[in-house]
């Protein structure tokens, strides 16, 4: 199965779970914004870490178990 999203270590998480805290449902739509801004930036290491919260979040958000189910 492909990889739908990759977290490189807690932080990531952790502004995930804060972004949630902040938007509610519309968490999604911030870390979209923050990986649009750090593009625009040419800053590739903001962009790709907001876009992997971004996926990461959107899975969290499916009412569907994703992947491999123990």
């Known amino acids: 199965?492909?990889?739908i999203f990759y977290i490189a270590?807690?932080?990531s998480v952790d502004r995930a779970e804060e972004l949630v805290r902040q938007f509610g449902m519309q968490a999604i739509d911030e870390a979209a914004a923050r990986s649009r801004h750090y593009r625009e930036l040419g800053n590739a290491i903001r962009f790709c870490e907001w876009r992997q919260i971004e996926r990461f979040l959107s899975v969290l958000a499916l009412d569907m178990?994703?992947?491999?189910v123990h």
């Open 1 to 3: 199965m492909e990889e």
């Open 9 to 11: 270590d807690r932080n």
């Open 65 to 68: 178990a994703v992947g491999t």
